[in-house]
């Protein structure tokens, strides 16, 4: 027989890269006006793989699964920049217009900041791989729901039909919520009379049941968390009178208010706390394991090179470089900011880089346990590190925390493709090289699209935002841009003096005790149970019980073959749905 | 032990979460200050907004324009009823908000904090550490007996052979196989390796980890990883219908689990030599 090959088997492809790009650029351009628009982002990965799968499969006919992997995580990792940026620039925009010594904002560095973000993101991962995806096996549901979607071709008719049947009940879930067919959160608690800071409530979202059915049993200190936080602390909160009501105030507007305070006030920053010292503990224990992965790495391309052969992942000199250039560029922007001394521009990179690091861990650890990243709140803590150290330099802050958050998005993002590439075999010498070329994309693209849309009225008025001529008058083409809102609120109350430094340090060290604890991941979980709101918690929950259950009814071959795939079908369906359904209301907007 | 670990630990969170999540007494006077003036201010502004969607709206918006002025004013009426405010809603908005006191600074409120939660939390991460030594010391002990008993015990070598074993059998299957052949028995086979041998491995890991300790595990189970890996990448391959890249892979995978296998040999002599002599 012939055995000589006649064609290549695609890989790191001009097509797979052209295409991831291409994708990504598109992506990036349309997530950041959806962002703008509606206040969230949307996982990019999946879609991407979607795309490329239809493209590359079914298109042009290029049969590699391998090549999807790349396609995908070039796009994604290009799109990750627009969360990014959308969720810290803005609030710049924001406050200059009210405040015009803020308006001289300074492009260039904010480019560099975000491309530091994006380049540190990326090397980052590269030692913590081995640690998370090989030694600690964490989950990464969207990475595996990537994989699933991605060896379809060659599983069974049984595992490609529960993918199709899952993706189908996402679908139907999502269009009922976004109809209004069905609610956007089961308010069991309201059905018993129960006040707000006592809630049963689940939030109804295919793609979060799906992560508690892919992560099991390991994502039940996350359930045991948000209990604690709902069901225990707010109770006796309220019982012993940790919040003082408004009084006089109508009752339901009062147990409303104590509520949001609880949140607010208590667990959210308590959440955050709790997660900065799970993540130190984190690195300090994980760090045998990460010296021993780097040490592997230099043995592996020290091997590679005997043999003629390229290593399957980037030898440390990469991560020295990167990390390296990433901390000039952060250097020289932070130095670009009006205000900033050459050498306190040096101590703000410094610290910058620091928390880059630590933050870069917890949003991977989370993401790998839960799929839900508390982006958000590290991007606060950046900037509130920032002001402080900045002496109150809102562009400086912001700056910085634009890296943080691109650089952030980035290594959950890539953990996650990394994990879909171990699934599908995939070497990640190969999709780190690919991100790392074209790192620099999403910035550019999400910062233009986002100074285009700001600059777009000729008026001179903002583009988007709160006082911006479409929102005052109330029109489709408003852009609210809630995130920058947000941290312009956040900006504002730190000027103000308000920041909850007892519950990040209280926070931490609890985050740093209960990290002893033989239980992996333990003190990021209850972290972000705290941070997030409860009705997330609780449907993540009964997914990994649902999964408990049928792992111990029908045995753990059961969950491998056939929950898998149907908990993957119902992420898949879900980004896909929710893909099709903004950019319907943005077409819909604009013909209005 | 391990029932006085999970109590040490549940009743370390508990007094150690409570305790973290008061506040100072002048910081929830604060707040309280600063909800009543938001509140007012609110109830303000979404009448002033209703009021001006009620003046701009087109006849067919009309009636549910009237019926948002109509909410805003009963949630108005709600507020005067209950005493939150007596007279003019906009100068109780505003004397509210001058009424809101300074608020604390970031250190008055850590100060204030540990006068208020300080011994509670205190109390709860020292209980959260001591429970969790107890159950570190617990989960050495069970480790290693499972490590010892038939039942329990993580084979790293029998799954290493067996999947050695499993993957040259494969290389015969697929060496003279040309492109897009049909391979599905041999991905079935593939596929059982990793859920019936591999997967549980991983799963068990744990006792490898205490048998070792990180470093020594990292080395032989980031090959084994590597070796997994390279498995998945013969399944992706042989799917696509590239035999070729198949074989590559099969070979790269055969070197992992071969480097993994030496590597925890060598680990556990290291170990046996480590280990005091029996008596």
């Known amino acids: 027989m012939n055995r000589a090959p006649t064609r290549s088997y695609p890989e790191l492809s001009v097509v797979g890269v ?23 982002g949307l996982a990019g990965s999946t879609v991407a793989a979607i795309i490329g799968f239809t493209l590359l499969r079914g298109v042009l006919r290029r049969r590699s699964i391998i090549e999807n992997n790349i396609n995908q995580t070039v796009a994604s990792g290009i799109n990750t920049a627009s969360a990014g940026v959308v969720f810290t620039l803005p609030a710049l925009l924001l406050l200059s217009v009210d405040d015009p010594s803020l308006q001289g904002y300074p492009i260039g560095a904010l480019i560099f900041a975000a491309i530091a973000g994006s380049l540190m993101g990326i090397v980052l ?10 030694l600690e096996r964490l989950r990464f549901p969207s990475g595996i729901a990537v994989g699933t979607l991605l060896r379809s071709p060659g599983e069974g008719l049984t595992q490609g039909a529960l993918l199709m049947v899952g993706a189908a009940v996402a679908a139907a879930l999502t269009l009922g919520v976004n109809l209004a067919f069905v609610p956007e959160e089961l308010d069991l608690g309201g059905l018993f009379a129960l006040p707000p800071w006592l809630p049963i409530a689940l939030y109804v979202s295919a793609a979060n049941l799906g992560a508690g059915l892919l992560s099991g049993k390991g994502g039940l200190p996350f359930a045991a968390g948000g209990v604690l936080a709902w069901w225990v602390i707010s109770p006796i909160a309220v019982g012993a009178g940790w919040v003082e009501p408004i009084a006089p105030l109508p009752a339901t507007v009062q147990s409303g208010w104590m509520a949001g305070e609880i949140y607010a006030e208590m667990l959210r920053p308590l959440g955050i706390g709790l ?38 992942e980037l030898p440390p000199k990469w991560v020295y470089a990167g990390m390296g250039g990433a901390f000039v560029l952060m250097w020289l ?34 993401t790998g346990h839960t799929d839900i990243s508390p982006l958000s709140g590290l991007s606060l803590i950046a900037v509130t590190l920032m002001y402080f150290l900045t002496g109150g330099n809102v562009t400086a802050s912001i700056l910085i925390g634009v890296a943080v958050c691109v650089a952030i998005n980035q290594c959950a993002d890539m953990m996650s493709d990394l994990k879909t590439g171990h699934l599908v075999g995939a070497r990640p010498r190969d999709q780190q090289v690919a991100q790392l070329l074209l790192c620099w ?18 008026d001179g008025s903002p583009g988007f935002g709160p006082q911006s001529t479409a929102c005052l008058e109330g029109t489709a083409q408003c852009l609210s841009a809630p995130q920058g809102d947000a941290l312009q609120s956040v900006l504002a109350a730190l000027s103000r003096g308000d920041s909850a430094l007892d519950k990040y340090i209280s926070g931490a060290a609890l985050g740093g005790a209960l990290s002893i604890f033989p239980i992996g991941g333990v003190a990021v979980l209850v972290g972000l149970a705290m941070y997030l709101p409860f009705s997330i918690t609780l449907g993540y929950g009964v997914g990994c019980l649902i999964s408990m259950g049928l792992g111990k009814r029908f045995g753990p071959r059961f969950v491998g073959r056939k929950l898998v795939p149907f908990a993957a079908g119902l992420i898949v369906g879900e980004a896909l749905i929710q893909l099709a359904w903004s950019l319907g209301l943005l077409a819909l907007g604009g013909a209005q | 032990m391990r029932a006085l670990a999970w109590f040490l630990l549940l009743v370390g969170v508990l007094l150690g979460a409570a305790g973290a999540a008061l506040n100072a007494e002048e910081h929830q006077q604060y707040r309280a200050e600063l909800g009543l003036a938001i ?38 009426e709600a507020l005067r009823e209950a005493g939150t405010f007596e007279g003019d809603l906009a100068q109780a908005a505003a004397s509210a908000r001058a009424a809101v006191s300074r608020v604390p600074t970031p250190i008055e409120r850590l100060i204030g904090w540990l006068r208020v939660g300080g011994i509670p939390w205190g109390l709860g991460v020292v209980a959260i550490g001591a429970g969790a030594w107890l159950a570190r010391r617990e989960q050495a002990r069970t480790t290693s007996s499972a490590a010892t008993s038939e039942r329990g015990a993580v084979d790293f070598l029998a799954a290493v052979d067996s999947a050695i074993e499993v993957l040259n059998e494969t290389g015969e299957a697929i060496a003279d196989l040309p492109l897009d052949a049909p391979t599905f028995t041999v991905r079935t086979r593939i596929d059982a390796l990793q859920d019936e041998v591999l997967t549980p491995l991983v799963e068990g890991r744990g006792q490898l980890i205490a048998r070792h300790g990180l470093t020594t595990f990292a080395v032989y189970f980031g090959a084994f990883s590597a070796g997994e890996r390279n498995l998945a990448r013969v399944w992706s391959a042989l799917t696509d219908g590239h035999t070729p890249t198949a074989r590559d892979a099969l070979q790269a995978s055969l070197q992992s689990f071969e480097h993994a296998r030496a590597a925890y040999v060598q680990a556990e002599t290291a170990s046996a030599t480590a280990a005091p002599a029996p008596d």
């Open chain 1, 275 to 312: 997660l900065i010292g799970g993540a130190l503990a984190g690195v300090f224990s994980a760090l045998p394991a990460v010296t021993g992965a780097m040490k592997s790495l230099a043995a592996a391309a020290k091997v590679a090179r005997q043999r003629g052969a390229s290593p399957e």
């Open chain 1, 18 to 40: 052209a295409l991831g790009a291409l994708q990504g650029v598109v992506m990036t351009a349309a997530f950041v006006y959806i962002a703008l628009k509606l206040g969230f």
């Open chain 1, 441 to 458: 994309v999403g910035p550019l693209v999400a910062i233009g699209v986002l100074m285009l849309l700001w600059t777009l009225p000729p």
């Open chain 1, 125 to 134: 991962i590269i030692p913590l791989r081995k640690q998370m995806v090989e």
């Open chain 2, 39 to 76: 509140t007012l201010e609110r109830a303000e502004q979404a009448r002033l907004r209703a009021a001006d969607r009620l003046a701009e709206a087109p006849p067919e918006e009309a009636a549910s324009a009237r019926d948002a002025l109509a909410a805003a004013d009963v949630a108005i």
């Open chain 1, 333 to 366: 922007s932070a130095w670009f900011a009006p205000g900033i001394g050459f050498f306190h521009a040096l101590l703000i990179a410094v610290v910058g880089a620091v928390w880059l690091g630590l933050a870069g861990v917890i949003v991977a650890t989370a």
